[in-house]
């Protein structure tokens, strides 16, 4: 006999009606963004606000400081737009647990239009080389000011955990895609932007950002942001490195690098490694290298043999000193397996590897360059597509290049409260996955003896990693 099939509860109506009188107790669906306001004013960056971010001509209003916090919140909290600021205006707890309401839309539109400065793109477009379409614009003093402020931030971590006494910065650009009618062509083809990021491995902070047009190539002036990204390391760091791809692989860049007396940066040894770009000659030199010399490395490959070896190549610019160390140059061979091709009708494929690092292996310090997709290219994925940095609100370069340091701030801070107040396993946890464990708490906020009190509608065990964690922030 067959068995008759019980309902299933998805084929049920809803057992509730909604009331269409709205609740009158203080309801908030944004429980634990308090923990990022917490992070961002026991950093001191409200300070560091007023004194480097002056845009406002009269007090009234929201100040710098307040813009600059909304900023962080409508980030963590999953804005991706101005208009998005409407809707944290909407939860009626949120003001009251941070202290202020955050801006509406277009007083949030008018904050990011004081960052840009049509003189500024003038004056870059007058600079260039005869011949030359790309420029890089000089940053406006408010954006600047905001740079100041990141830097405040990570000097003040730097203070809280003087353990961290080693930085590897990775340096690389990343696309943003925009159908805006001023963003330009970028060499994938699609229109967009192309900013350049620098990031402390070790800590997962973004040193420094800078905003590009789409069709600025990534290899234009990387030295700027290097110099930068190390300038903001704090006193406490001793041991350098730097690794990069093969935009990075430009004599004033590597230059820098290599001396010890370098102006604008940090003395002493910088350990680096960057890809290096295939030149005639190069390749010559790797083709050239016995058969026998060529080892396997890393895991194996089910398509794929890898293959690494030592290239002598002392390139022949003209801009090399004679008095500085040589190079050193490890290849790269990769070869399908049994005889198959690679898309473009190849056997095989050549890569090398510029260092000035002699004590690592060649496989290890294949391994040790390529470490860095799991922390630039991790960190351009969140700020794209975790926090609002891959939509841009503009026309204007400078309201674009403001955004994108805000969202690169606000990634900052969240990396912050996760090292310093959160549990360990949310160490490497995404924007995304904090909202859903916490930033997202449901809670009713009660006044009692002249307090406000927020009670989470979750379970005690974020209870007291929240309360936990605002004690570490403020003890800190």
Known sequence: ??????????ESPLLFEVDPEPLEETLTALGGIPLVVQTFRSLGLPESAKEQVRVKERDRGYDEATF????VILNAAGGECVDDFKRLREDPGLK?????ELPSAEAARQFLNCFHEEEKIKEARQRRLPGQVAYIPEETAPLEGLAGVNRDLIQRFGERRPQQRMATVDQDATIIESRKQQALPTYEGPRGYQPMLAVWAETGLVLADQFRDGNVPAQMEPLEVAQRAFAALPDTVGEYYYRGDSACHENGLIHWLRDEKREGGPQGRIGFAVSARMSEALHQAIQAVLEPEWKRYGDPHPEEIRECAEVPFVPGEKSEKKDTQPLRYVAIRIRKKQGELFEDGSRVRHFAVLTNRWELKAARLI???REKAGTIEMVHDVIKNDLGG???PSKYFGVNAAWLRLAVIAQNVLTVLKRLALPPELATARPKRLRFLIFNMPG?????ARRLILRLAVKGVWIAAYREGLE?????
């Not at 009251?96 to 202020?100: K, V």
């Open 444 to 448: 009713r906020l009660v006044r009692h």
């Open 472 to 476: 570490l922030l403020a003890a800190t």
């Open 96 to 100: 009251e647990m941070i202290g202020h």
């Open 367 to 369: 391994e040790w360059h």
């Open 1 to 10: 006999m067959r068995r008759q099939r019980q309902p299933s509860p998805t």
């Open 390 to 392: 891959g939509v841009l």
């Open 68 to 71: 600059i916090e909304s900023f």
